[in-house]
């Protein structure tokens, strides 16, 4: 059976009071479902509320949106991955499109917060993907394959999923054709099946919804979706991942 990930990045919203209503929505409108599983990626504040909720649910799971790669320490505004496990996380997202643009993460840094989610024992979610002006010009696998030497290291056997994310199409509503998405899956599977990486589940993100989830998942390359705006509506998200083909 294949086997579907619906991870919802709730960015800057959602707090913790608005996570438990959420959730409680959620829930009732979501029923486990054998062939499909749903992380959320609360913000920091919201994550225990979140985590302790999902756990009852083996189908669901917690995640952080970042950490940073000291253990602890004095680093103002910051969570590491052990504080980011305590509060219930069982995963992380690293070197999303926001941190990488909005925040100046370079590429090196991925590799060290992939590094330190291995070493907290969180699942590492890395996201790659390119800008416009680098797919005009051509360099859309040149860029991804970089993200990945860099975030990857050497650490290639690591289980982690790696979602593609197009910075042209996220939060923009112009999604990736589903063909557009399986040439760069294809790209970044190649890439760790020549380092004989372990199973890696790939993700697409960027401007899902529910009217072209069910499109996009009809692509075998897509294993799920990274999704942001069509979250955080409890309702709405419970919708997509209940209706998405499989
Ligand atoms: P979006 O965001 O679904 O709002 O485009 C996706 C993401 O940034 O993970």
């Given at each position: 059976?294949?086997?579907?990930?619906?991870?919802?990045?709730?960015?800057?919203?959602i707090?913790?009071q608005e996570?438990r209503?959420?959730?409680s929505?959620f829930l009732?409108?979501?029923s486990e479902?054998p062939?499909?599983?749903?992380?959320?990626?609360?913000?920091?504040?919201s994550?225990?509320?979140v985590?302790t909720?999902?756990?009852?649910?083996?189908?669901?799971?917690?995640?952080?949106q970042?950490i940073y790669w000291?253990?602890k320490?004095a680093?103002?505004?910051?969570?590491?991955?052990p504080l980011?496990?305590?509060a219930?996380a069982r995963?992380?997202?690293?070197g999303?499109s926001?941190?990488?643009h909005?925040f100046?993460?370079?590429?090196?840094?991925?590799?060290?917060k992939?590094a330190a989610?291995?070493?907290a024992?969180l699942?590492?979610?890395l996201?790659?993907g390119?800008t416009?002006a680098?797919?005009?010009?051509?360099?859309?696998?040149?860029v991804?394959?970089r993200?990945?030497?860099?975030?990857f290291?050497?650490?290639?056997?690591?289980?982690?999923?790696v979602?593609y994310?197009?910075?042209?199409?996220?939060?923009?509503?112009?999604?990736a054709t589903?063909q557009d998405a399986?040439?760069?899956?294809?790209?970044?599977?190649?890439w760790?099946n020549?380092?004989?990486?372990?199973e890696?589940?790939?993700l697409?993100?960027?401007?899902?919804?529910?009217?072209?989830?069910?499109?996009l998942l009809a692509?075998?390359e897509l294993d799920?979706?990274?999704?942001?705006?069509?979250?955080?509506?409890?309702k709405?998200?419970a919708e997509?991942?209940?209706?998405?083909?499989?």
């Amino acid at each position: 059976m294949r086997a579907l990930l619906f991870a919802a990045n709730w960015k800057m919203h959602i707090g913790p009071q608005e996570a438990r209503t959420y959730l409680s929505t959620f829930l009732g409108q979501y029923s486990e479902r054998p062939d499909r599983q749903v992380w959320f990626f609360p913000p920091a504040v919201s994550l225990e509320a979140v985590a302790t909720i999902v756990a009852k649910r083996p189908d669901l799971l917690a995640g952080a949106q970042d950490i940073y790669w000291e253990p602890k320490g004095a680093y103002t505004g910051a969570i590491s991955g052990p504080l980011a496990a305590q509060a219930g996380a069982r995963a992380t997202l690293i070197g999303h499109s926001e941190r990488r643009h909005v925040f100046g993460e370079t590429y090196e840094q991925t590799g060290k917060k992939l590094a330190a989610a291995v070493r907290a024992g969180l699942h590492p979610v890395l996201c790659v993907g390119e800008t416009l002006a680098q797919r005009d010009a051509g360099e859309t696998l040149t860029v991804v394959t970089r993200q990945l030497e860099a975030a990857f290291g050497a650490r290639v056997e690591v289980q982690a999923t790696v979602a593609y994310e197009p910075v042209w199409a996220i939060g923009t509503g112009r999604n990736a054709t589903p063909q557009d998405a399986a040439l760069v899956h294809q790209a970044i599977r190649g890439w760790l099946n020549d380092r004989q990486a372990g199973e890696t589940r790939i993700l697409y993100g960027g401007s899902v919804n529910v009217k072209n989830a069910s499109q996009l998942l009809a692509e075998r390359e897509l294993d799920g979706v990274l999704v942001g705006g069509a979250s955080l509506d409890p309702k709405i998200w419970a919708e997509l991942v209940r209706t998405a083909a499989t």
